[in-house]
């Protein structure tokens, strides 16, 4: 698998031109709006990908030793910022930031169970702030297993993996401990909505 880590962290973002599914709309304001229409007692806002290859793997990747969480696995996101349009906004500017990757459509909300409103909640790293996070399946200008571009201050490696593979922790060998069990849950949920629509 080539790894494609990028030295220029800070690369021209495309413009975003996505679409996003008609139930997301709520999504599609800026974070202190959402927080305000619905009451929620957060200081900030978080998002996650969840983003499929065309053999229907997600994209995972791995944190820096450096930093909180060292060498566990997630999916690409983080805050949502004050100067993002939207809470989707914020969602496509963190994937182009982490993985390289141009939002094309969002899909669906993905949650740890099937409740749509089950969403997640954390203490930053001080503790001191309260962040609601949404995580989002993701279509993208390129998702065949390639074309990813890491930021080396962020993570520092990537791979695609099945859903047995996230059950397992583990891709061809090689051990991919996943930052929280609330975070695996998130990504099997994500598999299961996957096919879900696919049926449908």
């Known amino acids: ?27 599609s304001v800026p974070f202190k709006s ?35 969480m060292p060498d566990l696995w997630e999916v690409p996101g983080g805050a949502v910022d004050a100067d993002d349009a939207s809470i989707l906004h914020g969602c496509a500017r963190e ?12 899909a669906r909300l993905v949650t740890e169970g099937q409740r749509a409103d089950a969403f997640q909640e954390f203490r930053n790293s001080t503790r001191s702030k309260l ?8 279509e993208v200008e390129v998702a065949d297993g390639q074309a990813v571009r890491l930021d080396p201050n962020e993570h520092q490696d990537f791979v695609w993996a ?17 930052t929280k069990r609330s975070h695996k849950l998130v990504i099997l949920e994500g598999f299961r909505l996957r096919r879900g629509a696919q049926r449908g």
């Open 34 to 68: 959402w927080i305000q229409t619905n009451g929620k007692p957060w200081d900030g806002v978080a998002t996650g990908a969840l983003v499929f290859d065309a053999r229907g793997r997600v994209l995972l990747v791995q944190r820096t030793s450096h930093d909180s």
């Open 95 to 106: 994937l182009w930031e982490e993985a390289g990757l141009a939002a094309r459509r969002v």
């Open 131 to 138: 962040i609601g996070k949404f995580q989002f399946e993701v």
């Open 1 to 27: 698998m080539e790894s494609t880590r990028s030295n220029d962290t800070k690369a021209k973002a495309p413009p975003f031109h996505f679409s996003h599914d008609a139930s997301l709309a709520q999504f």
């Open 162 to 178: 099945t859903e047995d593979e996230v059950e397992r922790e583990e891709v061809g060998g090689k051990k991919i401990p996943i």
